[in-house]
């Protein structure tokens, strides 16, 4: 499946699911017509069984460079307006960040402000050792936004959140690798491929048991032990019925490699 849209490549492979910023004009800005964009798209894979994982990447040398300066003074928003432009964003940002199968962000070049949102949304992150990072909402007197406020910290803990988002700082690939954001670094001409195939070792994994794993995590840090047990429990009778379980099963008393496996790099 190819859809055109006017900033963004959408493709899918092997199910797969490609989303490409490419408004190279702007270097990626998350205009409006991005973000709509982004909206559709999110959506699609959401409801998509047909697609087990998807890659977010930038063309032509950037991730994506925030959110488009001159359209946000250009708009004259006031408090209720920017209200609304935000409420727009948190619904298919809510999607994204809860999507029941993995998401990995690709990042080359820059991923700053809204960008380095994004890429925080996903749930791995490879970059070149040309990205760059920075919340640099406060440079223009604005917060983080695009979820930061949530995933910033759980990538770093609370001090070193606050002292991204307050000195507005840039991180090199290699900083937010040793920061835990970064997972892998790549040169840029292997990273959509180290990204698809981490992508595509996904189709072998149960996607009752990715669901599940990705859900919990999502309020791990705001449940208590006994809640966590209890959602344990839940969900592993869930995921002990699953035919992907009994495959591997199988498997492992055939002396059979398992379905599921993650791709050294």
């Given at each position: 499946m190819n859809r055109a849209y006017r900033t963004i490549q959408f493709s899918q492979r092997d199910h797969v699911a490609t989303l490409t910023f490419d408004n190279?004009?702007?270097?990626?800005?998350?205009?409006?017509q991005m973000r709509d964009e982004i909206a559709e798209i999110v959506g699609l894979i959401?409801?998509?069984?047909?697609?087990?994982?998807?890659?977010?990447?930038?063309?032509?040398?950037h991730f994506c460079s925030g959110g488009d300066v001159r359209n946000i003074a250009a708009s004259q928003l006031g408090n209720a307006g920017?209200?609304?432009?935000?409420?727009?964003?948190?619904?298919?940002?809510q999607e994204l960040l809860t999507l029941?199968?993995?998401?990995?962000?690709?990042?080359?070049?820059?991923?700053?402000?809204?960008?380095?949102?994004?890429a925080l949304a996903a749930d791995f992150i490879l970059?070149?050792?040309?990205a760059r990072f920075a919340m640099s909402f406060l440079r223009v007197g604005l917060v983080p936004d695009c979820g930061a406020f949530y995933t910033l910290p759980r990538f770093v803990g609370m001090q070193r959140a606050k002292e991204l988002m307050l000195s507005t700082r840039e991180l090199s690939a290699p900083e937010a690798q040793a920061l835990g954001i970064v997972m892998e670094i790549h040169d840029a001409d292997v990273l959509l491929q180290r990204a698809q195939v981490l992508a595509e070792s996904f189709v072998n994994a149960s996607p009752t048991a990715v669901s599940l794993i990705k859900r919990t995590l999502n309020v791990a840090g705001n449940a208590d032990l006994a809640a966590l047990l209890e959602i344990e429990a839940s969900t592993q009778a869930l995921a002990a019925g699953t035919d992907e379980h009994r495959g591997a099963v199988?498997?492992?008393?055939?002396?059979?490699?398992?379905?599921?496996?993650?791709?050294?790099?």
């Open positions: 190279p004009g702007k270097r990626n800005a998350l205009d409006l959401g409801e998509s069984q047909d697609i087990r994982a998807a890659i977010l990447i930038g063309a032509g040398g920017w209200r609304v432009r935000m409420q727009n964003v948190h619904r298919w940002l029941d199968k993995p998401v990995i962000a690709a990042v080359d070049g820059a991923a700053v402000g809204a960008g380095f949102s994004l970059a070149t050792p040309r199988d498997a492992f008393l055939n002396k059979k490699p398992f379905p599921f496996q993650w791709p050294q790099g």
